[in-house]
């Protein structure tokens, strides 16, 4: 089951990949990454680079929260590590269950280390649903088309409604704790509401994840003006987030495919050319890749068996199991 679902994905990004690419020319996405100068991509990877320790001290305020402790160095090699796992496993929780194992031996409790790890994603997806959901009444004056809109709106309305009613799941009646799932369903709900009702936790947290973004919306940026396009940082600003908010939906390997189709679309409305906007988004994932490579040395470096690696992989497909992914 599980290599069915790796060869799915594959077979889903490879498609979408070739979806996009027969909407237009080929040739013409050559030319455009000819354009690149090698310094413009290592600038770009700088930049991906600098998300690294906000995450890492986004994840040690949950870390906080759950009454656990982590030093900085430390939260800074792990999500390396599941930077570059994220990128080279097929599961779209891989990076997630390596890091979870890897704050295990680092000390963190296997409770809390599932925790934090897993809360720490939602609440970087709960920053991007909110950069999206701000430039709202900018966007549409891009976005004209009337489904898009609406397909915009239901996504972070859904996103948004949904991570609330989650917070909610305390108030449940006390007979449904009998379940093992719905305690630990609870267990971290908790959590989320400590971290969403704490003046102490919420600001840092979510500014530390709209950073995260903006430095992304700043890289795509930076790649379309290397490529002489005429594209505004606040184009970027409004269209990027929902771009990547598409790429998250866990249907392709590290969003490829889905990503390059959505970002020819969204450019689209500011009259970028297909091939473009596809080289660009091609770019923004190799960059992406790039930057998450020093994980893969921490990874070798860091006394982790192959077994570590395997029982890593089962536990990503177990998480898999539970999603319905």
Not at 290 to 315: D, F, I, M, N, V
Request: glycine share 8%.
């Amino acid at each position: 089951m599980k290599l069915l679902k790796t060869l799915v994905k594959i077979a889903i990004s490879l498609a979408m990949i070739w979806v996009v690419l027969n909407a237009f020319d080929v040739k013409g996405v050559y030319q455009y990454l000819r354009q690149i100068d090698s310094g413009v991509i290592a600038v770009a990877v700088i930049c991906a680079l600098c998300v690294v320790p906000l995450h890492a001290l986004r994840w040690m305020i949950a870390v906080e929260a759950s009454g656990s402790h982590m030093p900085f160095g430390t939260a800074l090699r792990i999500v390396l590590i599941g930077h570059f796992f994220n990128q080279a496993l097929p599961s779209s929780v891989g990076g997630d269950a390596v890091r979870i194992w890897c704050a295990y031996r680092a000390g963190l409790g296997a409770g809390d280390a599932a925790r934090t790890v897993i809360m720490d994603r939602a609440i970087s997806l709960v920053g991007l649903l909110l950069l999206a959901g701000a430039g709202l009444p900018w966007l549409f004056d891009i976005v004209t088309d009337q489904a898009a809109r609406f397909a915009i709106v239901a996504v972070i309305a859904v996103g948004i409604c949904g991570f609330l009613i989650f917070v909610s799941l305390p108030q449940l009646p006390p007979f449904m704790s009998r379940w093992r799932i719905t305690r630990a369903l609870v267990e971290l709900a908790i959590l989320a509401r400590r971290l969403t009702f704490s003046p102490r936790y919420v600001m840092p947290i979510l500014a530390l994840a709209v950073a995260g973004f903006v430095i992304f919306v700043f890289i795509v940026y930076w790649l379309a003006a290397a490529l002489h396009l005429e594209v505004g940082f606040s184009d970027c600003l409004l269209l990027v987030p929902p771009v990547l908010l598409i790429s998250v939906i866990p249907v392709s390997i590290a969003g490829w495919g889905v990503r390059e189709g959505a970002m020819v679309v969204a450019f689209g409305f500011i009259n970028v050319p297909p091939g473009a906007a596809f080289a660009v988004s091609v770019l923004f994932g190799l960059v992406i890749a790039a930057a998450s490579l020093p994980g893969a040395l921490l990874w070798l470096t860091s006394g982790y068996t192959a077994k570590s690696l395997r029982e890593a992989a089962e536990l990503a497909a177990a998480e898999d199991g539970k999603t319905g992914r």
